[in-house]
């Protein structure tokens, strides 16, 4: 089934969109001033100023002096909360901190502090906004004289890859909702998305590409039955890192670390040569394999080293939080082999 091309309205709005979007400074930090601030009368604004209006008109033609009286006051309250509307975001700092990365399908969360500046008037009535697809909610902020705080903004993570992080709306309309000013925020740094998890990966003990006949199945039966690969009793003079509190738990002795043997086995992860991954297709495999590498990293103290091998890149084995997130990272920026 063939997509309808977009209409003249829809390419008209992209086009907008884009020069608006050229137009955006990218920054992870934002200063509000006049040079990037917009107002214009909301909904109840435009009400009021037509029954302004009708007012005055009505005052004139019957020459009523209350009349000439309430509209004037009106209009008074009008253009002073257009000042007092403006001035709520007038000097309002935004800083971003670069969100981790995560896996698609999982929410990025965006942590964004505000900072009031020195003043003796407070921030109110402050909506933040992230513009994305599908659409994350708004969240609503109060600021007290010369306060700053953080927030965080949920942003999903829809697609594998390196992405710019979507453009950030500060809005306003206090005190009397008359008026709207709002900001535009395009933050400047790039998040990378992981594969997503697959639930239906099998384990991945049974995983052990590279192992010969013998051995391979030798050792996922070991490593299934939690036999303590890597793992000796505590011995006076072990430094206090080398012992795994988490296997200690509920022993009457301590369990110290203790490191494979040059000769160990080595589980590699094998884009190619892996029977679990035949029949897959490129994203389907990148995202058993991440799957398979947090499991192999949560085996801590209980399975050898682990590797990953890709069409294009392989990295060599180890252990640890680093090299969990240069394989994570590798496959996001994995392409399809040709």
């Known amino acids: 089934m063939t997509q309808a091309a977009p209409t003249v309205w829809q390419r008209g709005r992209a086009r907008w969109a884009q ?19 917009y107002i214009l009368p909301s909904r109840s604004g435009w009400s009021l100023a037509a029954v302004t209006l009708v007012l005055l008109l009505a005052s004139i033609n019957e020459e009523v002096n209350l009349g000439y009286a309430l509209a004037f006051a009106l209009a008074g309250a009008a253009l002073a909360a257009l000042h007092q509307t403006h001035d709520n975001l007038r000097g309002l700092r935004l800083q971003l901190q670069p969100p981790p990365s995560a896996h698609a399908g999982d929410a990025l969360t965006l942590t964004v502090t505000l900072d009031g500046g020195a003043g003796t008037r ?11 697809e599908p659409a994350s909610p708004a969240l609503e902020v109060e ?4 306060e700053a705080q953080w927030v965080e903004l ?41 594969p997503p998890l697959d639930r239906h990966a099998p384990p991945v003990l049974s995983q052990f590409v590279g192992l010969d006949e013998a051995t391979g199945p030798a050792l996922a039966h070991r490593l299934a039955d939690g036999a303590p690969e890597g793992l000796r009793a505590y011995q006076r003079g072990d430094p ?8 200690s738990g509920g022993r009457e002795d301590l369990v110290s670390r203790e490191r494979l043997p040059e000769s160990a086995p080595i589980l590699w992860l094998d884009y190619e040569r892996s029977p679990a991954l035949a029949g897959l297709s490129h994203e389907g ?11 192999a990293e949560a085996l801590d103290g209980l399975a050898p080293s682990y590797g990953l091998r890709l069409p294009s890149r392989s990295i060599g084995p180890a252990r640890g939080a680093a090299h969990l997130l240069q394989c994570l990272d590798a496959l996001a920026l994995s392409e399809a082999p040709r």
């Open 285 to 295: 495999r990148l995202s058993r394999l991440a799957t398979w590498l947090r499991e």
């Open 240 to 247: 206090m890192h080398w012992i795994a509190w988490k296997k």
């Open 154 to 194: 949920s942003v999903p993570a829809a697609r594998r890859g390196r992405h710019p992080l979507p453009r950030i709306r500060v809005t306003s309309a206090y005190p009397l909702g008359i008026f709207r000013v709002w900001a535009w925020w395009r933050p400047a740094s790039a998040v990378l998305i992981w």
């Open 19 to 37: 020069w608006w979007l050229s137009r955006l400074i990218p920054g992870d930090e934002l200063t509000l001033t006049h040079r990037n601030l």
């Open 143 to 146: 600021l007290e004289a010369g």
């Open 122 to 132: 407070g921030r109110h009535g402050l909506r933040l906004e992230v513009l994305c």
